[in-house]
C-alpha cells in the first residue's frame, strides 16, 4: 500500500473512531454504538459467541434449533398468562421426558405403554398451546417499521439482525433483552418438526447436502466440524426443550455477546437505554472454548458417491484458523485461484478446457474459529468426469507451488480485498455485522482496519510458501458424485475369503 494510500485509511479509521463508542457492561455484554446519522434509521447485529460447533454430544442441532425458537418471545411477550403457561409448560417436559424413556429403551419396550406416553405427551402440549400468541415476536417489530428481521446460525456463532426506525431504538432494546435473557421454550416441539423438515430438504433429499456431510464427517477424525449444523436426525428427533434451555444458560449469557448498533442514534442518549435493558441480563461466565483439537491429517482421503445425479467433485485441506499469520495469504490464494472470470480455476476448467460448468474454491470451511479447511469444487459439464476434475485442479495446485503469481494478479487480489472490506462498511447493516465480528473474534473492532496492512503484506513468496505447506496429498481429502443411470446394481465387491485354486 503506497504511503497516500495508508494516510487515506488512517484517515477513515479515525472518522469511524471518533463515531464509535465501546461500552462493556457490568453483566459481561459488550455494546458498540457508531453514529451515522444519513437518514433517520438504525440496524443492529446480535452475535453470539456460540454456533454448531457448541452443540453438546448428542445433541447436534441444537444451537440451530434455539435460532428458531429465539422468535417465539419472552416471558412478556407470546404469552396470554406466562404464570400460567409455565406450569403447563412444565407438564409438556414432564410428558415428554416420560414417553422419551420408554421410546429409548433397547429392550423390554411397551408399544401400548408408550402410545399411552405419547397421547398424554400431546395433551399437555395442546393444553400449554392455549396460551400462546403466535408470531407476537415478530409482528411487534414488524408494526415499529422492522425490516430484514433475520438470524442465522453458523458453525462458530449465531447472529440475529433487523433494521428499523431510529424512534424505535427503546422498544428494539426490550425486545432484544426479552428474548437473550427471558425466553421461553414454548411451541418447542412443533418447532422441533420444522427442524427435521428442513434437514429433510437440506440434506437428505439434497444430493450437494448428502456430499457436504460425507465431505466433513471424513475431513474430520475429532473436531467436532465434522457434525451437520443442522444436525443429525436421531439427534434432532429426541432432543428436548429441557435440553435447549440448558443451551442457553450455558452460551447466551451476557459475555459471551457482542451486539452492535449502527445508525441515527446519539451515543450520550442511547447509552443510557441500552445499559439499561441489556445490563439488567443476569451475568454467567464466559462459557471455555472447545478443548478438542483435530489431530494431523498423514492419508489421503477420499468418498465416492454414486448415484443418478449431477456428478460433482469437492475436495478439501487443512489450515490453521484466522489468528494465523498467514491467514491473509489464505485469502489471496483463494482468490487468485478461484474469484471470478479471471481466476485461474475459472480460465483453466470453464473457459479454456470447456470441461466444468464451474470451479471455485474457498479458504474458511465449514468455520474459522478453529482449523478449517481450504476447500476447491468443480462441477463436470455433460461427458465429462468428477476424476478429470479432480487432475485439472490439481494442475493448477501445482502450478501456485512452483511458479510465482503474476505483478497482475497480486494486485487485483489486494484491490478487490480492500475494495470488499470497504463495500461492507457502506450500509448500516454490513458496518453492525462487521463491527460486531472482528469486536468478538479479535477484541478491538479496529482490526478490521489493521486487515488492510495485512493484504498488503502478502508477497508471491508467500503465496508459494503457503501452496507448498497445505497442498499435500496426506492433508487432502476428496469426494465425488458419480452419476450412474436409475436402479444401477453396485460394483460387486471383492470376496475377503481365498478362491479356490487360486495363487498361494
Given at each position: 500500500?503506497?504511503?497516500?494510500?495508508?494516510?487515506?485509511?488512517?484517515?477513515?479509521?479515525?472518522?469511524?473512531?471518533?463515531?464509535?463508542?465501546?461500552?462493556?457492561?457490568?453483566?459481561?455484554?459488550?455494546?458498540?454504538?457508531?453514529?451515522?446519522?444519513?437518514?433517520?434509521?438504525?440496524?443492529?447485529?446480535?452475535?453470539?459467541?456460540?454456533?454448531?460447533?457448541?452443540?453438546?454430544?448428542?445433541?447436534?442441532?441444537?444451537?440451530?434449533?434455539?435460532?428458531?425458537?429465539?422468535?417465539?418471545?419472552?416471558?412478556?411477550?407470546?404469552?396470554?398468562?406466562?404464570?400460567?403457561?409455565?406450569?403447563?409448560?412444565?407438564?409438556?417436559?414432564?410428558?415428554?421426558a416420560a414417553y422419551d424413556a420408554e421410546y429409548r429403551k433397547r429392550v423390554g419396550q411397551n408399544p401400548a405403554k408408550l402410545a399411552e406416553l405419547k397421547k398424554s405427551f400431546e395433551d399437555a402440549q395442546a393444553a400449554?398451546?392455549?396460551?400462546?400468541?403466535?408470531?407476537?415476536?415478530?409482528?411487534?417489530?414488524?408494526?415499529?417499521?422492522?425490516?430484514?428481521?433475520?438470524?442465522?446460525?453458523?458453525?462458530?456463532?449465531?447472529?440475529?439482525?433487523?433494521?428499523?426506525?431510529?424512534?424505535?431504538?427503546?422498544?428494539?432494546?426490550?425486545?432484544?433483552?426479552?428474548?437473550?435473557?427471558?425466553?421461553?421454550?414454548?411451541?418447542?416441539?412443533?418447532?422441533?418438526?420444522?427442524?427435521?423438515?428442513?434437514?429433510?430438504?437440506?440434506?437428505?433429499?439434497?444430493?450437494?447436502?448428502?456430499?457436504?456431510?460425507?465431505?466433513?464427517?471424513?475431513?474430520?477424525?475429532?473436531?467436532?466440524?465434522?457434525?451437520?449444523?443442522?444436525?443429525?436426525?436421531?439427534?434432532?428427533?429426541?432432543?428436548?426443550?429441557?435440553?435447549?434451555?440448558?443451551?442457553?444458560?450455558?452460551?447466551?449469557?451476557?459475555?459471551?455477546?457482542?451486539?452492535?448498533?449502527?445508525?441515527?442514534?446519539?451515543?450520550?442518549?442511547?447509552?443510557?437505554?441500552?445499559?439499561?435493558?441489556?445490563?439488567?441480563?443476569?451475568?454467567?461466565?464466559?462459557?471455555?472454548?472447545l478443548a478438542t483439537v483435530e489431530p494431523p491429517q498423514t492419508a489421503e482421503k477420499s468418498v465416492v458417491i454414486r448415484e443418478a445425479t449431477q456428478p460433482f467433485y469437492l475436495e478439501g485441506y487443512h489450515k490453521p484458523d484466522y489468528r494465523d499469520p498467514d491467514d491473509a495469504v489464505y485469502d489471496a490464494i483463494a482468490d487468485i485461484f478461484s474469484n471470478g472470470r479471471t481466476a485461474r480455476l475459472y480460465r483453466s476448467l470453464v473457459r479454456d478446457q470447456k470441461i466444468a460448468a464451474e470451479a471455485e474454491g474457498f479458504p474458511g470451511f465449514p468455520g474459522e474459529k478453529y482449523p478449517g479447511l481450504f476447500a476447491v469444487y468443480a462441477v463436470p459439464l455433460p461427458g465429462h468426469t468428477p476424476e478429470e476434475m479432480r487432475v485439472a485442479i490439481h494442475k493448477e495446485i501445482d502450478k501456485l507451488k512452483t511458479t510465482d503469481v503474476t505483478d497482475a494478479e497480486l494486485e487485483r487480489f489486494k484491490t478487490r480485498a480492500r475494495a470488499d472490506i470497504l463495500r461492507g462498511l457502506a450500509d448500516n447493516q454490513g458496518l453492525a455485522h462487521e463491527l460486531a465480528e472482528y469486536q468478538t473474534r479479535y477484541g478491538d473492532w479496529r482490526e478490521l482496519f489493521r486487515q488492510l496492512n495485512r493484504i498488503d503484506a502478502v508477497n508471491k513468496a508467500d503465496i508459494r510458501r503457503v501452496a507448498n505447506k497445505i497442498f499435500t496429498a496426506n492433508n487432502r481429502t476428496g469426494v465425488s458424485i458419480e452419476f450412474v443411470p436409475p436402479h444401477t446394481p453396485p460394483p460387486p465387491t471383492q470376496s475377503a475369503q481365498p478362491q479356490a485354486g487360486g495363487a498361494k
Amino acid at each position: 500500500m503506497s504511503t497516500v494510500a495508508q494516510a487515506q485509511y488512517a484517515t477513515y479509521l479515525s472518522n469511524f473512531e471518533k463515531r464509535t463508542t465501546v461500552k462493556v457492561l457490568p453483566n459481561g455484554l459488550t455494546l458498540i454504538i457508531c453514529e451515522r446519522h444519513e437518514a433517520p434509521v438504525f440496524s443492529f447485529y446480535t452475535l453470539v459467541d456460540a454456533g454448531s460447533v457448541d452443540d453438546p454430544q448428542g445433541e447436534s442441532g441444537l444451537a440451530h434449533m434455539f435460532e428458531h425458537m429465539a422468535f417465539k418471545g419472552s416471558t412478556e411477550i407470546g404469552t396470554t398468562d406466562y404464570a400460567a403457561e409455565k406450569i403447563a409448560l412444565a407438564k409438556v417436559e414432564t410428558a415428554y421426558a416420560a414417553y422419551d424413556a420408554e421410546y429409548r429403551k433397547r429392550v423390554g419396550q411397551n408399544p401400548a405403554k408408550l402410545a399411552e406416553l405419547k397421547k398424554s405427551f400431546e395433551d399437555a402440549q395442546a393444553a400449554a398451546e392455549k396460551y400462546v400468541i403466535p408470531n407476537q415476536f415478530s409482528e411487534v417489530a414488524e408494526a415499529n417499521g422492522a425490516v430484514g428481521i433475520n438470524a442465522s446460525t453458523e458453525e462458530d456463532s449465531t447472529q440475529y439482525f433487523w433494521s428499523m426506525p431510529s424512534n424505535r431504538l427503546q422498544l428494539w432494546a426490550w425486545l432484544e433483552s426479552q428474548r437473550i435473557g427471558h425466553p421461553v421454550e414454548r411451541e418447542f416441539y412443533k418447532e422441533r418438526n420444522v427442524v427435521q423438515e428442513e434437514r429433510r430438504m437440506r440434506v437428505d433429499s439434497n444430493p450437494i447436502g448428502r456430499m457436504v456431510e460425507q465431505f466433513l464427517a471424513t475431513a474430520y477424525t475429532a473436531h467436532h466440524y465434522r457434525v451437520p449444523g443442522v444436525g443429525w436426525e436421531s439427534d434432532i428427533s429426541q432432543v428436548s426443550a429441557t435440553e435447549a434451555a440448558a443451551f442457553h444458560a450455558k452460551y447466551y449469557v451476557p459475555s459471551n455477546i457482542v451486539i452492535a448498533v449502527v445508525g441515527d442514534v446519539n451515543t450520550a442518549q442511547a447509552l443510557p437505554v441500552l445499559e439499561r435493558y441489556f445490563g439488567a441480563i443476569p451475568a454467567g461466565p464466559k462459557p471455555p472454548e472447545l478443548a478438542t483439537v483435530e489431530p494431523p491429517q498423514t492419508a489421503e482421503k477420499s468418498v465416492v458417491i454414486r448415484e443418478a445425479t449431477q456428478p460433482f467433485y469437492l475436495e478439501g485441506y487443512h489450515k490453521p484458523d484466522y489468528r494465523d499469520p498467514d491467514d491473509a495469504v489464505y485469502d489471496a490464494i483463494a482468490d487468485i485461484f478461484s474469484n471470478g472470470r479471471t481466476a485461474r480455476l475459472y480460465r483453466s476448467l470453464v473457459r479454456d478446457q470447456k470441461i466444468a460448468a464451474e470451479a471455485e474454491g474457498f479458504p474458511g470451511f465449514p468455520g474459522e474459529k478453529y482449523p478449517g479447511l481450504f476447500a476447491v469444487y468443480a462441477v463436470p459439464l455433460p461427458g465429462h468426469t468428477p476424476e478429470e476434475m479432480r487432475v485439472a485442479i490439481h494442475k493448477e495446485i501445482d502450478k501456485l507451488k512452483t511458479t510465482d503469481v503474476t505483478d497482475a494478479e497480486l494486485e487485483r487480489f489486494k484491490t478487490r480485498a480492500r475494495a470488499d472490506i470497504l463495500r461492507g462498511l457502506a450500509d448500516n447493516q454490513g458496518l453492525a455485522h462487521e463491527l460486531a465480528e472482528y469486536q468478538t473474534r479479535y477484541g478491538d473492532w479496529r482490526e478490521l482496519f489493521r486487515q488492510l496492512n495485512r493484504i498488503d503484506a502478502v508477497n508471491k513468496a508467500d503465496i508459494r510458501r503457503v501452496a507448498n505447506k497445505i497442498f499435500t496429498a496426506n492433508n487432502r481429502t476428496g469426494v465425488s458424485i458419480e452419476f450412474v443411470p436409475p436402479h444401477t446394481p453396485p460394483p460387486p465387491t471383492q470376496s475377503a475369503q481365498p478362491q479356490a485354486g487360486g495363487a498361494k
